[in-house]
């Protein structure tokens, strides 16, 4: 089978700053199935590290215990590949962290694209970042928890990448259903 190319790209789920169905800014709490589901997507897709962004403190105790269970704990050896994809995981405060930590390993600045359902003004669309990601740029894409990011990252973002869209007028995926499809057409086989 042919090796497809390995994207530059790291992945950050934001919890803060988010907004609620008010449009409140807010922060939000940690799933579970959300740190699971979406490592293994990174896993899949070659991104390079899945960083939780949470200021909060027992947030990120939890995120811990989490990913201790399946790193070191029973859950290793019972499931070596969800270990494998847990591994990706790292929590930072703010995505402002995220981005001079990538930036400093990677010795250039991370370009960051965020994630919207909604159109946020001149989107970049799914075809130009995928080929900008065969550039070997470091890129982070930004995903939100409740009901998106909070307009302050939009704004101080590099990119808003296009929203995905169904057939029909409805449009509130759950992040981890957005963050698949997403980095399916960014990497995937068939773009």
Known sequence: MKRLFTPNLYVALTHYPVINKNG???ASAVTNLDLHDISRLSRTYGVRAFYVITPLQDQKILVERIVSHWLKGVGAAYNPKRREAL???RISDSIRDVSAHISS??????KTVATCARTAGDCLS???LRA???SGAPHLLIFGTAW???????DSADHVLEPVTGCTGY???SVRTAAAIILDRLTGKDG
């Not at 390993?105 to 991370?110: D, L």
Request: charged share 25%; net charge negative; glycine share 10%.
């Open 105 to 110: 390993s990677e010795g250039q600045a991370v």
């Open 132 to 134: 900008g990601l065969k």
């Open 148 to 154: 998106g990011l909070a307009q302050e990252v939009l």
């Open 24 to 26: 409140d800014t807010i």
């Open 87 to 89: 591994e990706l995981i």
């Open 171 to 173: 449009n509130h995926l």
């Open 126 to 128: 799914f075809r130009r």
